[in-house]
């Protein structure tokens, strides 16, 4: 194997990631590193990630784990441990490691039926009726709030996926919406009602946005604020839709235990899968506009739900 020269954390984090070439892996993978070295700090290990003994960076992604696994989902730790797995794939490949320390290491699964909390029905139209009566003043993050949140109650989108949603992608007289790219790269449709289709035509013309212009972009990125949007424009971060619904929901006076029911963007996914299973939609149609890879995650979604099969066909 082909011997090469000694690498710093920085250096090979960034030489990783920079052979990503989707944005979204780039952010995901970077973000499992920061938590991985953040936790290498916090058990106390002194330990080089990069050059350090087999042994010792194999206990220490174990201990890393079993500190996290107590306070952190499954799925998320999963994600994280994927991250450190190909970086360290990449240093035995690239020759800077002969040994690979996270090869075969897996997290404690959870159970995988745990009902998961989401917003019902009546509670999220009571949440969007406050935010609609709120967008009637004019303002900008009130309107745009407003329509972000009926997308997300309409469409079924995930977080990843809305953010990057530009103009072009909606076709306002259909109500077809074009996710660009969603998640594992797959392009799909999913649709919202034609009144929401009209609130967002009119957003956009109101704000002078155009078809390449995102539609949900940071409030300082907005055209009239600022001149050089071409340059700074950019989507609303995850984090800031997250405490963007957390202080509204707050604002309306909704209870802590509601509040934390409709904070959460991928609550509106599991309420939009379950109103389309107890409605007329079969499985495949929505497979595909959910950008599943098998029907069974309808079943999957249904369970975790904490729902009878039966009783979410009524």
Known sequence: MKQKTFLKWPEAKGMFLREKKNKNTRSVYDYALRQYRHG?????RDVDPITGDFRAIRDAIKLWLWEDEATVKSATMECRLKGVRMFYTWLVDEGYRDD???????????DPWKPVEFPESELADKFL???ERESRSGKIADMRDYLLTLVLRETGLRVSEMRPLRVQDIEFDTGRVHV?????????????TLATCDLAKAFAKKHGLVDGDFLFMAHWAYPWELDLRLVRAKPLSRETIFQLLQSRA????????EVKLLQSPHGYRHLWTLEHVRGETDHITLTSMAGWSS??????YIQRAGLDVHAARR
């Open 250 to 257: 707050r604002s309306y006076g909704f209870s802590p235990a």
């Open 295 to 300: 029907p069974a995650m309808v079943m999957f």
């Open 100 to 110: 690979d320390p996270a090869a075969g290491i897996k997290t404690q699964k959870k």
């Open 180 to 192: 660009i790219q969603g998640k594992g790269n797959k392009s799909r449709i999913t649709c919202m």
């Open 40 to 44: 290498l700090r916090g058990i106390d």
């Open 129 to 131: 009726a406050a935010m």
